[in-house]
C-alpha cells in the first residue's frame, strides 16, 4: 500500500524558510515521480515542483522557480520542498503525490495523495 506522509508546514513570516518532507512506503520509491501540490482557501489545487523517477530531473512552477529546491533521499525514501524566500501567497496547504509517470502539472494525472501540511506566510 503506498503511503505517502507530509510534515513540516508551520507559521513563517515573509521571507522566511521552511522545509517540507514527504516520507514514502509501499513502493519502490526511485520507480515513481514525485510531486508537491499546494491549495490556497478558495484556489484549486496547483502543481508546484516534482521531481521524475530515476533521473532525478527537476521542474518548478514559475512562482516558486528561484525560491524552492525539490530533492530526494532514496536512502530515507523521502522527498523534501526547501522553500525559501516565502511569500504571503505561498500560504496554502501542501500535499506531496507520486505517479508512475508523473509528467502532468494536472493534480488529477496523479495517483497516489498524502494528507497535506499547512504553510502560513504572515506579512
Known amino acids: 500500500e503506498v503511503q505517502l506522509q507530509a510534515s513540516g508546514g508551520g507559521l513563517v513570516q515573509a521571507g522566511g524558510s521552511l522545509r517540507l518532507s514527504c516520507a514514502a512506503s509501499?513502493?519502490?520509491?526511485?520507480?515513481?515521480?514525485i510531486g508537491w501540490f499546494r491549495q490556497a482557501p478558495g484556489k484549486e489545487r496547483e502543481g508546484v515542483s516534482r521531481i521524475s523517477k530515476r533521473h532525478d530531473s527537476t521542474y518548478y512552477a514559475d512562482s516558486v522557480k528561484g525560491r524552492f529546491t525539490i530533492s530526494k533521499d532514496n536512502a530515507k525514501n523521502t522527498v523534501y520542498l526547501q522553500m525559501n524566500s516565502l511569500k504571503p501567497e505561498d500560504t496554502a496547504v501542501y500535499y506531496c503525490?507520486?505517479?508512475?509517470?508523473?509528467?502532468?502539472?494536472?493534480?488529477?494525472?496523479?495517483?497516489?495523495w498524502g494528507q497535506g501540511t499547512l504553510v502560513t506566510v504572515s506579512s
Open positions: 503525490a507520486v505517479d508512475l509517470w508523473g509528467e502532468s502539472w494536472s493534480p488529477a494525472a496523479w495517483s497516489y
Open positions: 509501499g513502493f519502490t520509491f526511485d520507480d515513481y515521480a
